[in-house]
């Protein structure tokens, strides 16, 4: 079974086709602060709508990292954040918007009112479970890897594998691999692997999307990952548990921009006997909390009750709304009270 292509209803995919088919604009947008496979899924999916000949925007709620911006066309990305009125307009005229990596319109936090009020069909293209908000079309599929992994198996049933261009196997290929951290979560399933090669014999190079995403760092980058693992990183070996913070002056101190601090949350877990790490970064109107375990740890459930967020059982996200120190002080209260399922 597992390495049978996805299964998805013959029916919602014709609806799709006929939908895009139909529409005279097409918006493909993610969610907040987006990722690799946001910005994968995206750029993926619009690689493969323009082949076809479709009209297609690009909009994401705030700017992508720079890790990202060497992916084909990124720069054709609006960006809410930065103009707003241009993404309004092109809300506007929308026939169809298509929602990628997200399931709740609060996760483009600013921009939530054009999906609340647009008259536009929305489709939803994502990996996470339980859909928060309505959706016209529904792919969510939690068994994939990433959404990236997604967009390649609904665009190859809808119009075939040969409407995978080059442009469009590069993004998909960084979106399954940053979701994965490069093929070594979320990813059991033989169906990645035999799409990742599938992209492979598109002529994608595999050193060269590495290098660009995980070798690019600024030199304050690498200096503020040093910093938080060897002063801001407290380790309590009686709860499986790890936790870094990082304060609105530590960032400052190390020239922070957007993506900086993407990937610091997984360094914890490669402590002998971690299987729980949180990193809160302080910003001007609460702490940005990004879970991540290893093993049956939810980190999604303790997200949704303590930091009003969610996100997958291994990885996810919140936000607290008091201080950091009071932030810190709750969750080794919190330690406390789950001592038992973080030792299980
Ligand atoms: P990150 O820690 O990288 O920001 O997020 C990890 C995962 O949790 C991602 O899959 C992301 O989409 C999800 N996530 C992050 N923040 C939130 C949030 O506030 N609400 C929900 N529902 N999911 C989130
Ligand atoms: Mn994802």
């Not at 609806?15 to 899924?41: C, F, R, V, W």
């Not at 993926?44 to 060497?70: C, I, R």
């Not at 929305?122 to 990236?148: G, M, N, Q, W, Y």
């Not at 877990?269 to 729980?276: D, E, P, R, W």
Request: glycine share 6%; with cysteine; net charge negative.
């Amino acid at each position: 079974m597992n390495n049978m292509t996805l299964r998805i209803d013959q029916s919602l995919l014709e609806l799709l086709k006929e939908e895009l088919t139909q529409a005279k604009k097409i918006i493909l947008t993610s969610h907040y602060n987006p990722d690799g496979d946001a910005i994968g899924s995206v750029l993926g999916l619009y690689h493969v709508l323009k082949q076809q000949g479709l009209n297609a925007e690009m909009v994401s709620p705030n700017d992508f990292p720079t890790f990202l911006s060497w992916l084909p066309d990124a720069s054709n990305i609006l960006i809410f954040s930065k103009d707003k009125l241009r993404v309004e307009q092109t809300f506007g005229d929308a026939d169809l918007v298509i929602c990628l990596d997200f399931n709740g319109y609060k996760r483009v936090e600013g921009m939530s009112y054009l999906l609340e009020v647009t008259k536009a069909k929305r489709v939803l293209i994502d990996h996470h479970p339980e859909p928060e908000s309505p959706f016209d079309i529904k792919f969510s599929f939690t068994e994939v890897s990433s959404t990236a992994e997604l967009v390649y198996e609904i665009a190859s049933q809808l119009f075939g594998d040969n409407a995978i261009n080059y442009d469009s196997a590069v993004s998909i290929f960084t979106g399954i691999m940053t979701d994965t951290g490069s093929f070594s979560y979320a990813c059991s399933r033989e169906r990645t692997f035999e799409i990742a090669g599938k992209l492979i014999a598109k002529g994608i190079k595999v050193e060269d999307i590495q290098s660009n995403v995980y070798n690019n760092f600024s030199e304050n980058r690498m200096k503020l990952l040093g910093f938080s693992l060897a002063e801001r990183m407290k380790v309590f070996p009686e709860f499986k548990a790890a936790y870094i913070w990082l304060t609105k002056n530590d960032l400052k101190k190390f020239k922070y921009q957007i993506g900086d601090t993407e990937g610091f949350v997984n360094y914890p877990l490669s402590i002998n006997g971690i299987n729980f790490s949180v990193l809160f970064t302080e910003n001007d109107s609460y702490v940005k909390v990004s879970l991540r375990s290893r093993g049956n740890f939810p980190a999604n459930e303790f997200s949704r009750k303590y930091y009003n967020g969610g996100g997958h059982k291994n990885a996810a996200g919140g936000k607290s709304f008091v201080s950091m120190d009071e932030t810190l002080k709750q969750f080794e209260e919190l330690l406390k009270i789950h001592s038992n399922e973080l030792n299980a």
